[in-house]
């Protein structure tokens, strides 16, 4: 059972390149989220799909774009990365909304943006 | 907004040691998670309470909703614990959760 997927685990960008970071989840769920982690910060929310077809802004939603493709999936994209955004990024997902159900995380992708 | 304030920062204790971490958030809250992130990164979720205590294996979690309160006890603490333990708390909402900055615990052989 893979759980929640990322891909990739490790990039390097140049400022102004794009890049989109992929996730899927194998477990049915219907709400995925993207979390950055910075360092001495706690986990910020990004952009959240509360259930297939629909997504919303989080905390810290400018300069990322994202899509629900299907049920599984759920892509972050950077269309013009900053060194602001050289973060460790989380995809997570729950059967039903964060606050009733067990959250998954898959495995971070770290980007560096040069 | 909820703030979530964990304590201690950083925590070192010796093997078999009884270990408290403590979460404590400002506004009434539906839900509170503790999760578990080891060297390396990643994240597991360890428990969802929104009431009373849960307990599982060595880990016990408990919530004081009248005193916005969580503690996460770990009882014969083993090297394997080391890890940061992030509190993170949610609304009513269809958004995500407000993560504390995390309890980076250190057991030492």
């Known amino acids: 059972n893979a759980g929640v997927t990322q891909t990739p685990k490790f990039q390097v960008l140049k400022t102004g390149q794009s890049m989109t970071l992929q996730c899927a989840q194998d477990?049915?769920?219907?709400?995925m989220y993207w979390y950055r982690q910075d360092p001495g910060m706690g986990l910020r929310l990004i952009y959240y799909?509360?259930?297939?077809?629909?997504?919303d802004k989080g905390e810290v939603p400018n300069g990322y774009n994202v899509s629900r493709l299907n049920k599984r999936e759920f892509s972050l994209r950077l269309e013009s990365a900053a060194p602001s955004q050289t973060s460790v990024y989380f995809c997570?997902?729950?059967?039903?909304?964060?606050?009733?159900?067990?959250?998954?995380f898959g495995e971070g992708s770290r980007l560096t943006v040069l | 907004k909820n703030e979530v304030e964990q304590s201690p920062q950083n925590l070192t204790a010796q093997e078999g040691e009884f270990i408290t971490i403590n979460c404590s958030y400002s506004v009434g809250i539906s839900a509170l998670h503790w999760l578990q992130q080891h060297p390396g990164g990643g994240i597991v979720s360890l428990f969802m309470l929104s009431s009373g205590k849960k307990k599982h294996g060595r880990l016990i979690a408990t919530i004081n909703i009248q005193e916005k309160h969580s503690s996460l006890h770990i009882t014969a603490s083993h090297p394997r614990d080391s890890a940061v333990y992030i509190c993170a708390v949610g609304l009513g909402g269809a958004d995500g959760l407000t993560f504390g900055k995390g309890t980076h615990l250190i057991i030492q052989p």
């Open positions: 799909s509360a259930s297939e077809g629909t997504t």
């Open positions: 997570a997902s729950s059967e039903w909304l964060a606050n009733t159900g067990e959250l998954f």
């Open positions: 477990m049915n769920h219907n709400s």
